[in-house]
């Protein structure tokens, strides 16, 4: 975003943490003057229709915080002339990917890859190439953020050079999980095996009347980052406070029986529970959760009554 905006229009998709704070760097921090947010609230995609092709796209392809992916790339012109910027993080090797029409990617090999955390990959385009080699940003770039040298793409970068020594353990975990990856099927095999996954909770949720998904359409329900929400009439007619405090209670009593961790939503989401289903989550341990999610919330909501 800081090396690229400037130069055309911009449109922000907001419709989770991240993109919310990516709409706040693009207005308030860079100060773009000809910038939309498109805003959705949690649980919904902004409307696609509105996306013009003039203008530089800054988006998610996976709501990590919401549950909500973007279903398709039908929204993205094949002629745009404005750039695609697309945090891919927790949806690469977990949903097939419209690489002809992303001009930056990022991910992180920590999300589907089970990998270490805070190390990503930076993927650009040609025409992302073009642009950072025929635009200069008016304001001051931070060293980790220049992609530039003399003007023209620093490809030392991309060959291997480091702007600051990444640790040569996190590398070969990456190598190590792209093997385990090439084992398990290759890319068809893991986005099927995150799609079976999804599909155990969605039978779950279905006949369990006390949750729902926080994403309202099917077709942009997360495979990986599943989030779902407490809809039991007796506990959406308590305050905001206590819906929130129950529902942190009902992820604290999972992790208390040791079955689930960290199964809380997202801190900026709406209160409920978060369950991992990308590609390294066997099938069978989810079966084997939903049993204790009734037990938990049941147990729950008897010690709020």
């Known amino acids: 975003m800081w090396s690229l905006l400037g130069p055309r229009p911009v449109q922000v998709l907001s419709f989770e943490s991240f993109t919310k704070d990516w709409a706040v760097d693009a207005v308030k921090e860079l100060k773009l003057t000809d910038c939309e947010v498109l805003e959705a609230p949690y649980g919904r995609l902004p409307d696609l ?9 800054i988006f998610a392809w996976n709501g990590t915080t919401s549950g909500v992916r973007i279903p398709n790339a039908d929204f993205i012109a094949k002629d745009r002339s404005g750039l695609t910027v697309c945090d891919a993080t927790s949806a690469c090797f977990a949903q097939h990917l419209p690489w002809d029409k992303l001009d930056v990617a990022t991910f992180s090999w920590q999300k589907v890859l089970g990998g270490e955390a805070a190390h990503g990959v930076l993927i650009l385009s040609p025409r992302a190439v073009e642009r950072l080699e025929s635009y200069t940003p008016p304001w001051p770039l931070p060293k980790l953020f220049r992609l530039t040298k003399g003007s023209k793409l620093n490809r030392e970068i991309f060959e291997g050079a480091t702007i600051n020594t990444p640790s040569m353990l996190c590398v070969e975990d990456y190598i190590d999980a792209l093997s385990w ?13 995150s799609d079976a996954n999804l599909e155990v909770i ?4 279905a006949r369990t009347p006390w949750v729902d998904f926080l994403a ?6 997360s495979n990986t980052s599943v989030c779902l929400k407490v809809v039991d009439p007796a506990i959406l007619s308590l305050p905001e406070k206590e ?29 409920g529970l978060r369950i991992w289903c990308g590609a390294t989550v066997e099938r069978e341990d989810l079966e084997a959760l939903t049993p204790w999610l009734d037990f938990a919330f049941h147990e729950t909501r008897f010690a709020l009554a």
């Open 216 to 221: 309202e359409d099917p077709a942009t329900r």
């Open 243 to 271: 819906q929130a405090a129950f529902a942190a209670s009902l992820a604290a009593r999972l992790e208390a029986e040791g079955v689930a961790f960290d199964a809380g939503a997202y801190r900026d989401a709406p209160p």
């Open 181 to 193: 990856a090439d084992l398990a099927g290759g890319l068809d095999a893991l986005v099927a095996r």
């Open 202 to 205: 969605a039978q779950w949720a």
């Open 49 to 57: 229709s509105k996306v013009r092709p003039e203008a530089d796209l």
